[in-house]
T-cell receptor, first 114, second 113 residues
Framework: EAQVTQNPRYLITVTGKKLTVTCSQN?????MSWYRQDPGLGLRQIYY???????DKGDVPEGYKVSRKEKRNFPLILESPSPNQTSLYFC?????????????FGPGTRLTVT | QQQVKQSPQSLIVQKGGISIINCAYE??????FPWYQQFPGKGPALLIA?????SEKKEGRFTISFNKSAKQFSLHIMDSQPGDSATYFC????????????FGKGTRLSVIA
C-alpha cells in the first residue's frame, strides 16, 4: 500500500528537549515536505526537499531542521522546542511531473511543548 | 502574503443541500488547482483537481468550477451528506516543476441531518 508514515503520532515534551519526528514514504517520490497545521492558519510549509541532499526552507522554517540522506526518509528535527511549536505536523510526498499536485500526506504528529 | 484566499472559514449545510467553497488567486503562473479533503485525525487527501484549460470538472457529487478571467475557482458538493463533514483545502501549483503547492487556509464543513 502506497503510504507516508510518521512517528510518533503523539508527543508531549518540555521546552528545550531535542526531538525528532520521523517520516518515510514507499512511493519512490523525489519531493517531500513538512507542514504544520494550526487553527485558522491552515497548512504552512516548514521545509521541503526535491531530492536526496537537497532541502530548502518553506514559509515557517525557524526553529526546525531537516535532513534527506535517503530518498524515502525525511526527518524533522526540533533542536530546542518551544511552546509556540505546539502544533499538528504533517509530512508529505509527491511525484514529479504532471501529477505533482497529487500530494500524499502522512497521518500527522500532534506535538505539545510545555 | 497569502497567494490563495479561501472562503468561508466554516460552513454549515443541511443534509441534501449544496456546499460551496470559493478560492481566489493572484499568481497567473498557477497551472493546477487541486482540492484536498481532511477528516478529523487524518492527513489531507487529494479529492479532485482541475487545470485551467477547462471550466468545470465533475467527479460524482463533487464539482470544481474554474473562472480563469476572474482568477477564481470553487468546489461544489451536491446532495451533501454528513459523511462529507471535513475540512477542505484548495491549493494551486505552478505546473510540473518543483515549486511548492500553495494552500488556502481551509474550510470546515459540517453537514447536519
Amino acid at each position: 500500500e502506497a503510504q507516508v508514515t510518521q512517528n510518533p503520532r503523539y508527543l508531549i515534551t518540555v521546552t528545550g528537549k531535542k526531538l525528532t519526528v520521523t517520516c518515510s514514504q514507499n512511493m519512490n517520490h523525489e519531493y517531500m515536505s513538512w507542514y504544520r497545521q494550526d487553527p485558522g492558519l491552515g497548512l504552512r510549509q516548514i521545509y521541503y526537499s526535491m531530492n536526496v541532499e537537497v532541502t530548502d526552507k518553506g514559509d515557517v522554517p525557524e526553529g526546525y531542521k531537516v535532513s534527506r540522506k535517503e530518498k524515502r526518509n525525511f526527518p524533522l528535527i526540533l533542536e530546542s522546542p518551544s511552546p509556540n511549536q505546539t502544533s499538528l505536523y504533517f509530512c508529505a510526498s509527491r511525484p514529479q511531473g504532471i501529477r505533482n499536485y497529487e500530494q500524499y500526506f502522512g497521518p500527522g504528529t500532534r506535538l505539545t511543548v510545555t | 502574503q497569502q497567494q490563495v484566499k479561501q472562503s468561508p472559514q466554516s460552513l454549515i449545510v443541511q443534509k441534501g443541500g449544496i456546499s460551496i467553497i470559493n478560492c481566489a488567486y493572484e499568481n497567473t503562473a498557477f497551472d493546477y488547482f487541486p482540492w484536498y479533503q481532511q477528516f478529523p485525525g487524518k492527513g489531507p487527501a487529494l479529492l479532485i483537481a482541475i487545470r485551467p484549460d477547462v471550466s468545470e470538472k465533475k467527479e460524482g457529487r463533487f464539482t470544481i468550477s474554474f473562472n480563469k478571467s476572474a482568477k477564481q475557482f470553487s468546489l461544489h458538493i451536491m446532495d451533501s451528506q454528513p459523511g462529507d463533514s471535513a475540512t477542505y483545502f484548495c491549493a494551486a501549483s505552478e505546473g510540473p516543476g518543483n515549486t511548492p503547492l500553495v494552500f488556502g487556509k481551509g474550510t470546515r464543513l459540517s453537514v447536519i441531518a
